[in-house]
């Protein structure tokens, strides 16, 4: 059985690790701020994803875990190749893992709580969520994923707005106008753009529109509408024809779920 006190041993654990990725260099310290931060972020919106669920106590607990180690890899990838580009250097989840390992941290949990820490940590930023039964990983996985990604779009549209900016977060893309076709024909096609196809920022900015279409909870559709992320995102791109249509159809896609979700809410009301 998880506890509170686990989860409060975690939290701690995490302060004192971080702390040795502090160097007083200003661009490092703020690139590891932000991730120290997201990490922290992902833990509050996880918990709200989790409450809009009713999970129990020690799913609660759980999901507060995953989010503290779900980007610990990110740490040591900064430090080794000083960008947070997957592609540039090496896979975030798979540092994590090893980062899991020679520490030593998790040996606290049960067996099958650490494998579920390390499982979901390893799939949390894959193109797509994997096949299998255990409906526990799968939960943690999705309510990871959303909670993510929700928190992501803050730092990226509060960077793109001009305020909060930081270049860790354009992982080295040019900051030129072309948009790839791939890119804006997936999320026509309603389905999750490919990272390869990322060639520029506003591919990048698209690639985050099309999110739309992975996520997993009704709470996540109504954040996502809630803050305005379609629409802040829409203001960072060019308006030509081929982004306009992108960002309506990604909108339709938005409110249809949440007008799904809304009418599902109303029927069950007594
Ligand atoms: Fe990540």
Not at 38 to 46: R, W
Not at 173 to 195: F, G, R
């Amino acid at each position: 059985m998880i506890q509170e006190t686990d989860l409060l041993y975690f939290k701690n654990w995490f302060e004192m690790y971080v702390k040795q990725f502090c160097t007083g260099n200003e661009r490092i310290d703020s690139a590891i701020c932000l991730k120290v931060t997201h990490t922290k972020n992902v833990a509050l919106e996880i918990l709200g994803l989790a409450n809009s669920l009713n999970l129990d106590a020690e799913h609660c607990y759980l999901a507060e875990i995953v989010a503290i180690f779900h980007d610990i890899g990110r740490f040591e990838q900064y430090l080794r190749y000083h960008t947070y580009s997957d592609q540039k250097s090496e896979d975030h989840a798979k540092l994590g893992l090893e980062v899991i390992a020679s520490t030593g941290v998790i040996s606290r949990l049960p067996l099958y709580e650490q494998e579920l820490v390390r499982n979901v940590v390893a799939h949390h930023n894959r193109a797509s969520l994997p096949q299998g039964d255990d409906q526990k990983f799968l939960l943690l996985l999705k309510l990871l994923r959303d909670a993510d990604k929700i928190d992501i779009l803050r730092v990226v549209t509060e960077h793109y707005a001009g305020f909060s900016r930081n270049e860790a977060i354009n992982i080295g893309l040019p900051d030129t106008p072309e948009i790839s076709d791939e890119i804006v024909n997936s999320i026509l096609n309603c389905t999750l753009a490919k990272v390869q196809d990322i060639k520029t920022i506003n591919d990048f900015k698209l690639l985050q529109v099309g999110w739309i279409f992975d996520l997993n909870f009704p709470r996540t559709y109504q954040i996502f509408k809630q803050r305005c992320y379609l629409d802040k995102l829409s203001a960072a791109l060019p308006q030509t024809v081929n982004v306009i249509q992108a960002i309506d159809s990604a909108r339709r896609f938005l409110m249809r779920k949440c007008t799904i979700e809304r009418s599902v809410h109303e029927c069950q009301i007594p």
